[in-house]
């Protein structure tokens, strides 16, 4: 009767609002855009465990892997509306809602995980904590670690920036990579992460990049044969919470977000490093892909790469920035 279409459609409407799933149960939504098993999941899944454990079970957390709900970047709109609790999601789909964080993913800034760890821990990554808290409306609490982003193709093995001749690869919509291609010479096609593997099954882009946890965790091997083993951006992947959020929560629950949160990273980066050579090794032996050095120690990637940075000089909040970046990592300014 109309009674119960009016019960239901207010219930519809305080689930879009996130009201119900905060006021009653504590059992929060996970986005992750990778499938599981990569390093995504594994921030995601420990995260999980520790909050239940640190909160004696009043908060517990479901993941929803494979873009499920949403892409990435809708991710990110719908926490900061308090339509999803939590995401996971690579630094680069940030970017565009909060620019100042793209000094994380200017080419060849941080060349290691040793490197990423040292911003996202140090002073720099709480100022990118509070620049996506006022510019995107999102807290991040944590970092996956998903190392050096590899460019992947189907055509030929690329070891110099003129071997992308004649390719189309896909690139986060991300303007920062976006004119790192173009440096190199193509004009790269913009996807969302959740339509890429489709895209490179149908042939419509012939390249990627991602790491290998990734390219494995997405079974990428399946639709690519040749991996360029560069590194000219680091893949981090915070795990945000919608900033209304996690100002609703008690102090003590909030102690306990930041605490998983830290501890969530830790892990990952452990797991970075004690993952990633025998996964790089598995998609050789067990998949057939096919591994190239780039030419000269890569340096022609590096130095066509990093000659846009200045074109982000003012969208990551000046050229300080980046230098404030270099120094942390114990490198020149620029
Ligand atoms: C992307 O390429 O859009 C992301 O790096 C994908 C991911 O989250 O792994």
Redesign the pocket.
């Known amino acids: 009767g109309s009674l119960s279409r009016t019960i239901l459609s207010s219930a519809v409407v305080m689930a879009m609002l996130g009201v119900s799933a905060h006021a009653s149960a504590d059992t929060w939504k996970m986005a992750l855009?990778?499938a599981a098993g990569?390093t995504?999941h594994e921030l995601g899944s420990t995260f999980a465990s520790l909050i239940e454990e640190k909160t004696g079970g009043e908060i517990t957390v479901d993941l929803f892997p494979n873009g499920q709900l949403g892409s990435?970047q809708d991710t990110v709109n719908n926490a900061s509306m308090g339509l999803l609790d939590l995401s996971v999601?690579?630094i680069?789909?940030i970017t565009p809602f909060s620019p100042s964080v793209g000094v994380m993913t200017l080419p060849y800034v941080i060349r290691s995980p040793e490197d990423a760890r040292t911003l996202t821990q140090g002073e720099i990554g709480q100022e990118m904590v509070d620049n996506t808290v006022r510019d995107a409306g999102v807290r991040i609490l944590g970092w996956a670690y998903?190392g050096c982003?590899r460019l992947t193709n189907s055509a030929h093995p690329v070891a110099s920036p003129e071997d992308l001749d004649g390719l189309v690869i896909r690139?986060?919509k991300n303007e920062i990579m976006i004119a790192a291609y173009q440096a190199w010479g193509v004009n790269p096609n913009p996807l969302?992460?959740s339509e890429?593997f489709t895209a490179l099954q149908q042939g419509v882009v012939d390249g990627?990049?991602?790491p290998y946890i990734?390219i494995d965790a997405?079974k990428f091997y399946e639709v690519q044969k040749y991996v360029t083993d560069s590194c000219y951006v680091f893949?981090m992947?915070p795990l945000i919470i919608g900033e209304g959020m996690f100002q609703s929560l008690s102090e003590e629950h909030q102690q306990a977000v930041l605490e998983a949160g830290a501890e969530a990273s830790e892990h990952s980066y452990e797991y970075l490093l004690a993952q990633e050579d025998a996964i790089k090794q598995r998609l050789v032996d067990e998949y057939g892909m096919e591994i190239t050095e780039p030419a000269n120690d890569e340096s022609e990637w590096v130095e066509l790469a990093t000659g846009i940075w200045p074109q982000f000089y003012d969208s990551i909040g000046g050229k300080e920035k980046l230098d404030e970046a270099l120094t942390a990592l114990g490198r020149d300014p620029a």
Do not use: F, I, K
């Open positions: 855009g990778d990569g995504q990435e999601l690579a680069n789909n998903s982003r690139v986060p969302a992460w890429t990627q990049d991602n990734t997405m893949s992947e």
